[in-house]
Structure formats: C-alpha cells, structure tokens
C-alpha cells in the first residue's frame, strides 16, 4: 500500500505560480512512478504529468509543457509539480498518482491516489 498526500494549491493570480507537492508514505516510494492529474467540474480527469522510477523519464501533457515540471525526490518520498504562467483553465482539482511500472497517461491504470489539492487561478 501507498498512501499519497496533496499539498500546495491555493488561489493565485493569471501569470502566477504555485507548487505542488505529494508526500508518500507505506511501501517504498522509489520503486513507484508517479503521476499528476486534474479534474476541473464537469469534466473528466485529465493527465498533467508523470515520472517514470526507473530511468527518470518524463511525460507532460501538451496543455502544459513548458509551464509545469514534475520532479521528485526519493530522498523525501516526495513528487513535485512546479506550476508556472498559471491560466484561469488550470483551475482544478490536482491529483497524485502511483503505479508500477512505467508512467502512463491514463489515469485507471494507477493504483493509488492522493484527496487532491485544490488549484484556483483568477484573472
């Protein structure tokens, strides 16, 4: 068992930046990799971004490349989305996310899941 815990979000300005942060804790973080989605109402859950464990590869969506990076440290059992150049369609709910294996995109292929965080951006 994982459990994953959100932190960070907040309410924040157009053109602001946040950073979010998802402490692990139960079996070891390092042999997971690690995903961010999000969840706007109304919608479905949307890939963020994602860690691969093994080899550190990464994965962004379109929407925000260039804008968000996710990192981690095993050290910590911590992942981290940095979120910059916040827009008004960033407004969600963030979610962290753990599976083996490699990173994917697809959120049902995750095995355990973080309460979420709450991301408001105002113009």
């Known amino acids: 068992q994982v459990q994953l815990v959100e932190s960070g979000g907040g309410l924040v300005q157009t053109g602001g930046s946040l950073r979010l942060s998802c402490a692990a804790s139960?079996?070891?973080?390092?042999?997971?990799?690690m995903g961010w989605f999000r969840q706007a109402p109304g919608k479905e859950r949307d890939f963020v971004a994602a860690?691969?464990?093994?080899?550190?590869?990464?994965i962004h969506a379109n929407s925000v490349k260039g804008r968000f990076t996710i990192s981690r440290d095993n050290a910590k059992d911590t992942v981290y989305l940095q979120m910059n150049s916040l827009k008004p369609d960033d407004t969600a709910i963030y979610y962290c996310?753990?599976?083996?294996?490699?990173?994917?995109?697809?959120?049902?292929?995750?095995?355990?899941w973080g309460q979420g965080t709450q991301v408001t951006v105002v113009s």
């Open positions: 996310a753990a599976k083996s294996g490699r990173a994917v995109v697809v959120a049902s292929l995750y095995d355990y």
């Open positions: 139960g079996r070891t973080f390092s042999s997971y990799s």
């Open positions: 860690i691969t464990w093994t080899d550190g590869s990464l």
